[in-house]
């Protein structure tokens, strides 16, 4: 049965999907769309779409042309529950069925609803189908709705995926965490400060896992690198789909940049302190039984390689996280550990991989104590 | 050559997307469409689970379907039917399958539920759209039947089970005369249920179709006289005659051109190739600029307007050609309009109010043919649109026999021939 993905203008090279993306040479035709567009702005939905009906597709749109005019259509009619319409139509039919005069009718509509009666007629549709009203939103133009059409191409093929794999190196909180309040459970194979490769399963016979699994495109340009490949389904074939940091995609809303303004200061510190590494927050995800731990940084040196380290500021708001935490230092090599000093045992104080803190007024020390701890270690590599 | 031995038991099961039937009697003739396999084992579309089934009944050979949902609990099952509809005994004799002809909405009713009984399994009712499927509801839950039914409209079941496993033994068939026919065709194989029964409302060319998967003709019913039928033809305006006749005469001139390149394809052949062709599509364009203009226009507004006036009081319903007139008749004369557009609840709360007749007046497009009982109405006003003679005696259906439908046809335009074509077929 075909799908909505069938319809996404896409070529198989070599059993792999390539979609065929709008870039910045579609700009001309998407500004002249959106010009088209902004002269309905205060008519019903019907209008544009007579319009655009009626009207040629510019010859480089070719098979996006559909496409785009449903991410313009979404855009400037977004589809809302308006409970007071369906009030209003109640009220209105309702009292003209019981016999009272139109004139009459509108009147008390009128005076309930806060309308001027004239302009209750037109409002008795105004949350239905075409008869909605066209509205210019804020921050439309060429270039959004350009990245909003490859975000929607790239989700209407991700709907049919079956299987994929995911490396995510930076937000990778974020970017799972949004895919878990959709549903869609990632197993992590392989993690170390430069990424986590992560795999996806749908359950069986779960046709919305796809869906699901396409509701997380918008947070992933958030992700310093990523690469989606995935299985998906275009007209009744199997092919790879591949989503990467360099597509043009629209990101969603921005995830908080920093748990807490320690975090933040202890960045700007790093950055300063250690001019020749390069920090990234929330770098990959770490398994830690079946459950995954989200180091707060990864510090790569930037010239000469290297293995890159973890760090975590652990806030402990709840004391019970520390024991996990301890599992991973011990576990992993190159992981620093910063404690709140009034949780952090004198043994575990004399570890030399672990910073106790009293507040924020240690950032400079913390700094400058991870400094000297990654600067030892790549002396005694040196050394050796 | 199957080898098998006599008592063995046949076994019915799912391999893939295919039906599989292990230990298949030699002395049985499989249906055309099913195959075997090297391991002499019996491969065959899963729409074909019904004939395969009747096929091993009617040798006497012992069988075990492990497709068959688990059976209905006596608890859940609806109330029994007094007397039992003629045509069950004879639809349970024929395995559980076939179509009955004309039988009323009570009628319907009464022979789904028996049938449900006999075949004590959770039924499936695939009805054509949204209004029907709230019609079908409400009737259901006045006998205490809902439990046993689930009521889906055909494109909802076409996106729920494309290649699922069946969850229904039991598929039912409302007015399968005004379904799509490919869309039909696919639900019904992919349900791969064990009995079915198809309830025409009037036969036409189509029943040879429908008899092919919904089984024997079982009973037929010569409907009720029909209300009576008035034609008014109405005049364009003179600026919207020139804007039909100019669209008509770009369409006749594509079409002919059409038609003198490809002599043997017909109209819908033309549609299917304009959609893709920039060629034809000018064309096609024009041919919908026509048809809107006689669908849609002032004289037919002013009908709409002086009928609704004469017949206040009645229970009027009013059929246009499609949503935006709807609610132009629904804002002028503030009548409750009933569209897909509308939220679920509302349209349910709509058709209550109008069988309680607590709401006059109903205008719409489509969900009217059958979201309305049949001659629940006085007055019918067909404005225009329909796709066929199945709607348009559909949308007769719902007005009772002592009541009056109102036709309004443009004149000169295509609009005549077809309300003369379909009349006569109504008559015959």
Known sequence: MPCAADRVPCARIDGELVPDWLSAADQPWLRELLLDAGAFVGRPLASLQARWRASEPPPRAGARWPLVLQVVQRRLVPRSACSAATALRI??????????????????????????????????????????????????????????????????????????????????????????????????????????????????????????????????????????????????????????????????????????????????????????????????????????????????????????????????????????????????ERYLLCVPRRWCPAALAAEPRVCAFAGRADVGSMAAWVRSCVARRALRRDDA | MVGRHADMTTILERCGGALRARGWPPDCMPPPGATFDADGSLRAPLGLRARLRRALAATGAPFVDSLAPPPLPAERLPPGVVPPPAALATWWRHGGHGHVVGLGDGEQLDLVLGAVRCAASRALLVVRDSGAELRWQALLRERGAAAAIDVWPVATVARRFAGGAPLHDFVVVAQPELHPPPTLATVIAGLAAAHVLALVDHAGPELLGISAWAGPLLQFVRRRAAAAHVELHLPLLPAERVAHDAAWHEFLGAYDAFAAMRPSAGFGTFVREARGEPAWRPGLLAWHRARAVAAWNHAKAAACGELLARHRGASVLVFTPDRASAYEIAREH??????????????????????????????????????????????????????????????????????????LVAEHTAEVGRARRFADAMRR
């Open chain 2, 334 to 407: 503030l009548v409750a309009p009933l569209t897909a557009e509308l939220p679920r609840a509302e349209r349910a709360a709509l058709l209550a109010a109008f069988a309680r007749r607590t709401l006059r007046t109903l205008v719409g497009p489509r969900l009217l043919e059958l979201g309305v009982d049949a001659g629940a109405a006085d007055v019918g006003i067909v404005v225009g649109g329909g796709f066929g003679l199945a709607d348009c005696r559909a949308r007769h259906d719902r007005i009772a026999p002592a009541g009056i439908v109102y036709e």
């Open chain 1, 91 to 332: 009220r209105v039919f309702g009292a003209v069925a019981a016999g009272v005069a139109r004139a009459e009718a509108l009147a008390a509509a009128a005076a309930e609803f806060g309308l001027e009666p004239a302009a209750v007629p037109a409002a008795l549709f105004a949350d239905l189908g075409a008869q909605r009203v066209v509205r210019w939103p804020a921050e439309l133009d060429a270039t959004s709705l350009r990245l909003e059409a490859n975000t929607w191409l790239a989700r209407q093929l991700l709907a049919t995926a079956t299987s994929a794999e995911l490396e995510l190196q930076g937000a990778s909180r974020a970017v799972l965490r949004t895919a878990w309040l959709n549903g869609t459970w990632f197993r992590c194979l392989a993690a170390d400060p430069s990424g986590a490769r992560l795999q996806w399963r749908p359950g069986p016979g779960d046709r919305g896992a796809g869906r699901r699994l396409a509701a997380m495109v918008p947070v992933l340009p958030w992700a310093r690198r990523y690469v989606l490949r995935a299985t998906c389904r275009w007209r009744g074939a199997a092919g790879t789909f591949v989503l990467s940091s360099l597509d043009e995609l629209m990101p969603g809303a921005a995830p908080a940049a920093f748990d807490s303004q320690l975090e933040r200061e202890l960045a700007a510190a790093l950055v300063r302190e250690l001019p020749e590494w390069d920090v990234t927050r929330e770098p990959a995800s770490l398994p830690r039984g079946d459950r995954l731990a989200f180091p707060d940084f990864a510090l790569q040196r930037r010239c000469g390689g290297g293995a890159a380290w973890w760090l975590e500021v652990a806030g402990l708001r709840d004391p019970a996280a520390l024991a996990g935490k301890l599992e991973l230092l011990r576990a992993e």
